[in-house]
């Protein structure tokens, strides 16, 4: 798809790097993954710069670190001459750093890419890079109440396949988005950039449109960048627009270069923002999701389970904690990737069959569920049957039994999280010493064993500490 894209004109791409074996590796891939493209390389900052004052160059990667400056100078530099501001700049290091992150957005690097991810994923990141930078592409709202002036402007944007809302009120535009960013309304248009004309007929002002955007709305500047369209070349006005919360501004009568290159450069915060936070929702579901089974971390447990009992939609939680029978045996017997097998099914298990409650992996062989809308009886029955369906889950092909123990905020009303859990845990410790594949509840009076019946320990082993 690129390679066809990039046939129609050669794409020209700066790699910079120190090591000449990592030049010679990032310039192969650009080949190949761009087709026909021209690809130049240098090991320094300042030959660098020589080589973009002297090319058109479409793109630029960098190492971090360099002999003269390092990779966010360069960046800086970059966007300080008049030939390149808005070239994309793309780190490639293995030490991205929480400098890198700080500080990147600030220096106006578009993107980096991890190196130890190995230099075979360069190719898939090159690949959606381009998905998210190449050409202009974005969701446009554009207020301008005059029909001449929108006409010439909408000329502009949709000949370079921008998709552009046109509205002539800034009511209007104020509802629009209240139902893409506030409210998201499921099928509202979404935006990546407003274009507003700064005076505009009615009650509601350009001013007020930004105004109501950062203020009443909260969206920030690179959540959703304003390009303010004004006929004043006033300072005041343009102390104003900035002072409102606009991203850029240009004068009219329009220029379609000044337009566009404008357009550009605010899409491309856009994207980088939207990149960005994709990758902080990615990083809080990993810090949220233990790796193996998939269920919930115990971090997110310790962070979000006081909150979980204390909500009143909540009603009626019991902390159970559930550990797999002589689960060391499998590990010791079979090996640990068995074992993981195991624990991994079990967690498969556990999120399929509570969605709606949380399962935690607490540790090792341990689990830990927070059961909401259950009173005494409902709690006991869920914990058995569970009990029995572990017993014909066969995970790995094993068949393997379980004990747990429970105990719910409608007996210790007063119990915290940690106070409940180490409740539960008694009521486990209960059924281990009483022969395991059980259920125990931890009451007011101490340990209650659920009067069922429960099948005969398949794995025995010696009972005096229990695993």
């Known amino acids: 798809m690129y390679k066809k894209l990039m046939s129609e004109q050669q794409p020209c791409i700066l790699v910079v790097d120190g090591s000449a074996v990592s030049r010679e590796i990032l310039s192969r891939i650009l080949r190949d993954e761009l087709g026909n493209a021209e690809v130049i390389s240098c090991n320094s900052g300042n030959e660098a710069l020589r080589l973009i004052a002297e090319h058109k160059v479409d793109l630029v990667t960098t190492a971090l670190l360099l002999a003269d400056m390092d990779g966010l100078a360069l960046s800086r530099k970059i966007r300080d001459t008049f030939q390149h501001p808005m070239v994309p700049v793309v780190v490639v290091s293995g030490d991205a750093d929480e400098r890198l992150l700080r500080e990147g957005f600030e220096a106006g690097v ?19 890079f381009l998905q998210r930078n190449t050409g202009l592409m974005g969701n446009i709202l554009f207020i301008e109440d005059s029909r001449t002036a929108a006409a010439v402007v909408l000329k502009m944007l949709e000949k370079n396949n921008l998709q552009v809302t046109h509205v002539r009120s800034a009511e209007t535009a104020l509802d629009m988005i209240e139902k893409a960013f506030v409210e998201k309304i499921e099928g509202a248009r979404s935006f990546d950039l407003v274009i507003t004309d700064f005076y505009l007929e009615g009650s509601l002002t350009g001013g007020d449109l930004l105004h109501a955007i950062r203020a009443k ?30 991203n850029d501004f240009v004068h009219k009568p329009i220029v379609e270069e000044i337009l566009l290159a404008r357009v550009r450069a605010l899409l491309l915060i856009k994207h980088q923002f939207d990149a960005l936070r994709k990758q902080t929702e990615t990083m809080r579901w990993i810090a949220a999701t233990d790796s193996l089974t998939g269920v919930r971390s115990k971090r997110y447990l310790v962070d979000n389970g006081e909150e979980f009992i204390r909500n009143p939609d909540n009603q009626g939680v019991w902390a159970v904690i559930i550990d797999i029978d002589h689960f060391k045996s499998i590990n010791d017997k079979l090996g640990h990737i068995t074992g993981d097998h195991v624990l991994a ?48 889950l066969k995970p790995a092909g094993l068949e393997i039994t379980i004990s747990l123990g429970l105990a719910g905020v409608e007996e210790h009303p007063q119990a915290n999280l940690t106070q409940l859990i180490a409740l539960a845990d008694k009521g486990l410790y209960f059924s281990k010493e009483s022969g395991r ?19 005969s320990d398949p794995c025995p082993q010696d009972q005096s500490h229990p695993a």
């Not at 594949?437 to 099948?455: D, F, I, K, Q, S």
């Open 110 to 128: 578009t993107d980096y890419f991890d190196k130890s991810n190995g230099y075979k994923a360069f190719g898939s990141f090159i690949q959606d």
């Open 345 to 392: 099914e079990l967690g498969e298990f556990l999120n399929n069959h509570f969605p709606e409650d949380m399962a935690v992996r607490f540790g090792g062989e341990e689990f830990c569920l927070l059961l909401k809308h259950c009173d005494r009886e409902t709690a006991l029955r869920r914990c058995e049957e569970l009990r029995q369906q572990i017993a014909n």
């Open 217 to 246: 709305y909260h969206l920030s500047q690179q959540e959703l960048p304003v390009l303010v369209l004004t006929g004043s070349d006033d300072t005041a006005t343009q102390v104003e627009i900035f002072h409102a919360g606009g």
């Open 437 to 455: 594949n059980r259920v125990t509840l931890y009451g007011v009076e101490g340990p209650e064993p659920w009067p069922a019946e429960t099948e």
